[in-house]
């Protein structure tokens, strides 16, 4: 559920507009989120052999540090405060606003942010308190949001009667365009495309936050990020599908809200008044899951003292650190737009998460800080080929979209550059041998 959750967030819902308006043939799109499905999933086994060797709470944090260096573990770390999570939460929780309450609806006086600072809230409050509560909470949510997603996807296909010629020929396309050589808006755009994308399937790890509360251990954790990886995916297939041909071309190109345009298309207001609050719930668990799993990697970071002590935690749920990451995404709700965010969130946990499933390729052993830090190298299977495929993939990619745009690669680069900085600070202090 939580892997779920944090999967099906504000991407899949504002994306392919986007990535229409770049790519400029639907058929495209849906081939960049079938690209980035796959990818997701060579991720997931790669971080399942990661969990099984390794099960702790710290994530991208833990690993890097433990077999890298803990340079590079904090900057990872700071990359989690700074974007996956604080981020990440507040595209969310921006989106669910602009979802739940549009620009022609909103009151004069009500201002702009204070539905989405209300959200996260409400969800911080629900964590800091009592994790099991707040994972009761968080799967009650979940299932209802799957619920909604599934009756909108049967609405939609069982009226697809409607709709279903755009999809041989959306706007007077005819089929042969999907054998030219590439996309009309070119292959930098269709690598930029699917790094947006796979900020939807960036949740597929979300499970490793929580690995050591979780049943089951390493082996547990791994089976559920498979599974809802592969769950999610077919999902997004199925959502994208709708939001790429059910409306015309014109009317879906550049949309932040092309989920309620695709709606309106298939059944008018009735459906969009379904697909509207199946996206809000949605949202709302995805902002919950944030809070759930961030402050679990800044305790950790906090018992190796590379984050400060006061945030230090021996119980469940860490409530200091709840605290500050609600705190962290409501100013960044302030402050943030949509689309900026987007490219930004893609590019830089990409980069963590390609560089975290790499430590399986490494050499078998490290010393760090006088201990040796072993790092048994999982036997060759296929299992090993797709986390390699992984690695590759999501680092190409990641270079195209940077050369296409390089104000976000920038913007990435800082981040990194920040944890650099915040190791420096914090290196006399940091005990990687701390197993608290």
Known sequence: MLVIASMIGAGVYTTSGFALADLGDPRWVLAAWVVGGAIAFCGATGY???????????????????????????????????????????????????????????????????LAVGLVACATCLHAWHTGRGAKGQNGVVIFKLALLTLFIAVCFAGMDAWQGKVVSPAGMTPELLSDLGPPGGWLAFATSVMWISLSYSGFNAAIYVAAEARGGGAGVARAMMWATAIVTVIYLLLNTIFLFAPSLGEASGRQDVAVVAADAVGGRSLTALVRLAICVGLASSVSSVLMAGPRVYAKMSQHGGFPSFFRSDRSPPTRSVWLQGAAIIAVVLVATLRGLLSYLGLTLALTAAATVATLFLPSRRRVQGEVMPRRRPPFSLTTVLAAVYVLA????????????????IAAGGTFAFGGAAYLVHRSRIDLSSRA
Do not use: C, D, Q
């Open 394 to 409: 999501t680092f190409g990619i990641a270079a195209l979209a940077a050369w296409n745009k390089p104000v976000e690669a």
């Open 48 to 114: 399942g052999l990661l969990a099984r060797r390794l099960t702790e709470n710290g994530g991208e944090y833990l690993y890097l540090s433990r077999y890298v260096h803990p340079a590079v573990g904090v900057m990872a770390g700071w990359v989690s405060i700074l974007a996956g999570f604080t981020s990440a939460g507040a595209y969310a929780a921006v989106a669910f606003e602009s979802y739940a309450l549009p620009a022609s609806s909103r009151p004069e006086w009500l201002p702009v942010g204070l």
